[in-house]
């Protein structure tokens, strides 16, 4: 089972950015995928979550209100839209995908990691 995530970069603060994260190697339909996202120097922090079918999310509270997750299961991809970005969301961000289909909202529930893509906003 392989993850790529992309769509990192730097933006301005008040910006946008979408992330992306491609699935092979296994049926994605039936996972749950989620995104996690790690500071420099601070532990890796849940960010946003999906069921399978998409039907149930669930956000962090700092995130509430200004990034979507969302997944195409034709095309084995899970978005993370991320709108008035500020300089605290500056971390590297983590696809990740549980076989459980739990939604879970902690990484050790989760079985299989993406590399990671860094976003950077600038104040």
């Known amino acids: 089972v392989q993850l790529q995530a992309s769509g990192g970069g730097l933006v301005q603060a008040g910006g946008s950015l979408t992330l992306s994260c491609i699935t092979s190697?296994?049926?994605?339909?039936?996972?749950?995928m989620g995104w996690f996202r790690q500071a420099q120097g601070k532990e890796r922090e849940f960010v946003a979550t999906?069921?399978?079918?998409?039907?149930?999310?669930v956000y962090a509270d700092v995130v509430k209100g200004r990034f979507t997750i969302s997944r195409d299961n034709a095309k084995n991809t899970v978005f993370l839209r991320m709108n008035s970005l500020k300089p605290e969301d500056t971390a590297t961000y983590y696809c990740?995908?549980?076989?459980?289909?739990?939604?879970?909202?902690?990484?050790?529930?989760?079985?299989?990691w993406g590399q990671g893509t860094l976003v950077t906003v600038s104040s």
């Open positions: 990740a995908l549980d076989t459980k289909n739990l939604a879970a909202t902690t990484p050790e529930w989760y079985d299989y």
């Open positions: 190697g296994r049926t994605f339909s039936g996972d749950s």
């Open positions: 999906i069921t399978g079918r998409g039907d149930i999310t």
